[in-house]
């Protein structure tokens, strides 16, 4: 199965999709002066003895009973053994590696197992298969039929002060289902401040109430303390239709009232205005493939100093015997995926770093086929061919520099919003060894990237410190530019190739993970329909 739900050559069904929700219970405290900071890192293994990632919740401060907000999105297959590893870990440090930090403990089951009983809680077990103390998790499934999101603009005023004179608030938005209230959607943090207006964000009304907008919804405000116990500012319940007739001019007005104050001369502990709650369809990565969108592949390739003399067996760059090196695996094994979506076949392949003939000069994005006008090779067999033969021709340089190549795909990109549909996405891959020189302008260079139609893709090859990569893959909140300005979106998957042990099936699905989600929620964002409306 290729990326994004496409069927097999030859495949006859579509499988369904289905959206994991993750919950846990009583995890073990591994903390002495604090509680643990739990993360759920989820895994598949369809192959019999790997294991590869398919994702990370967020990490959530000092709590032993967390509810994650991200969810898991899966293609599921009725006749195939989806084998799932749901890992428990307390996060002691920012580094990308989860083995540095404390296991809390997991659970191994198949996806089938989890859809034929809809909401699953298991304890947790340790590596010997021993209980991980009274620690639980619960996995909620639900297919995905209804692609509607909601888009919420909200604020408020007049919020009650639980420290000293100011709130750090936030908001919770849950589901009423059959078992309870099930978190949907967590905003961010606003600091300081009794009157905060959050950032636009949606919601899939699949999560948020069944579809259904008359199904109550509950909303609690929270302030948000570092020690994990949050302070419950006030609650209120509505539903998504009465919601839909806020307006900027005359939004709906709900009263946050906390059970724990209510007396004689209690009114309220704010006021939540919801300025905005539209309700679209919002188009699936399938759908955009389908329906004509074009994916254009950049590829490029770090031929800096810092990777070694390629005549030595050291160095990063050499080609062994049986004709491998890491950046040639890490061409195949992705290359041979994205190919499926590229028409043409041809890819844009450039490198970087090194010292180009006949001037000798350093360049930061010369095409590898040394033809400037024409930097296209045909398919990756051509990809790899013309690397192994510019190889010898180059002097490995410095220094490392990554906007100059990120700069030039976006120009292309930036052309691709002045079609009214969803005609053309962009996405750069960049195989390195580690080090970036220019980090400030790499920076600038992806937060302006993140508003046009483009993504980028950072495979990290060898063994060096890879904590910048990590810092540009912002996952838990959006990247800032130098300047302080964020990015409108996340568009940066960094993943460690000496993670996958030359496992190019994982190293593919864990590469390409996060691709689908960024174009279709580009796309959507702007309102951009696929050039021909294909939905299976």
């Known amino acids: 199965m290729a990326c994004g739900g496409v069927p097999q050559t030859g495949g006859s069904y579509w499988p369904s999709r289905v959206e994991l929700t993750i919950s846990c219970e009583n ?77 809390l403990g997991e659970l191994e089951c198949t996806l089938g197992q989890i859809v034929s009983n809809k909401q699953m809680t298991r304890p947790l077990l340790l590596k010997d298969g021993r209980l991980a103390g009274r620690g639980t998790i619960t996995i909620c499934a639900e297919e995905i039929t209804d692609t509607r999101v909601a888009h919420f603009e909200v604020c408020a005023r007049r919020l009650d002060k639980k420290f000293l004179w100011w709130s750090d608030p936030f908001l919770e938005f849950y589901k009423q289902t059959e078992t309870g209230w099930q978190l949907a959607h967590r905003t961010e943090v606003i600091k300081k401040n009794l009157n905060p207006t959050w950032r636009p964000f949606s919601i899939s009304l699949r999560s948020l109430c069944g579809g259904d907008v008359e199904r109550t919804i509950k909303v609690d405000c929270y302030d948000r303390h570092v020690n994990g116990s949050h302070a419950l500012i006030g609650s209120f319940k509505s539903t998504l239709a009465q919601m839909q007739t806020g307006t900027h001019i005359c939004p709906v007005e709900c009263e946050c009232i906390n059970p724990n104050k209510v007396k004689k001369d209690y009114k309220n502990s704010g006021v939540i205005y919801i300025k905005r709650c539209q309700v679209e369809k919002e188009y699936t990565f399938l759908d955009y493939i389908m329906g004509g969108c074009q994916l254009h592949f950049t590829i490029a390739i770090d031929f800096t100093g810092s990777n070694g003399d390629p005549s030595s067996p050291n160095s990063l760059h050499y080609i062994n015997p049986e004709g491998y090196n890491e950046y040639l695996s890490a061409i195949w094994a992705v290359g041979n995926v994205i190919q499926d979506y590229d028409s043409n076949k041809k890819f844009p392949v450039f490198g970087f770093g090194a010292q180009v003939p006949p001037s000798w000069q350093v360049s930061h994005e010369f095409a590898i086929n040394f033809n400037p006008s024409n930097p296209f090779c045909d398919g990756i067999e051509g990809v790899v061919r013309a690397y192994q033969q510019c190889l010898p021709q180059l002097k490995l340089w410095g220094p490392t520099n990554f906007s100059p190549i990120i700069n030039h795909v976006a120009c292309f990109a930036r052309q691709a919003l002045y079609h009214s549909k969803a005609t053309q996405y962009y996405v750069l891959l960049i195989i390195t060894d580690g080090v970036i020189t220019d980090m400030d302008l790499t920076r600038t260079a992806i937060v302006e990237a993140s508003r046009l139609p483009m993504s980028i893709i950072i495979v990290g090859v060898g063994g060096a410190d890879f904590s910048a990569m990590e810092f540009l893959d912002s996952d838990d909140k959006l990247l800032l530019s130098a300047s302080g300005e964020a990015a409108a979106r996340d568009i940066v998957q960094f993943v460690p190739f000496r993670h996958f042990h030359g496992n190019s099936v994982a190293l593919t699905h864990s590469v390409l993970a996060e691709l689908p989600d960024q174009v279709s929620s580009f796309f959507n964002s702007y309102k951009l329909k696929p050039p021909n409306v294909c939905v299976p």
């Open 27 to 103: 995890l073990m405290d591994m903390d002495v002066f604090s509680k643990s900071d739990p993360l759920c890192a989820l895994y598949i293994n369809t192959s019999g003895s790997q294991w590869h990632e398919l994702g990370r919740t967020e990490m959530i401060l000092n709590c032993l009973s967390p509810k994650f907000a991200k969810k898991f999105l899966i293609d599921y297959h009725f006749e195939t053994v989806q084998r799932l590893k749901f890992c428990v870990y307390d996060i002691d440090n920012d580094t990308y590696d989860l083995e540095d930090d404390d296991f």
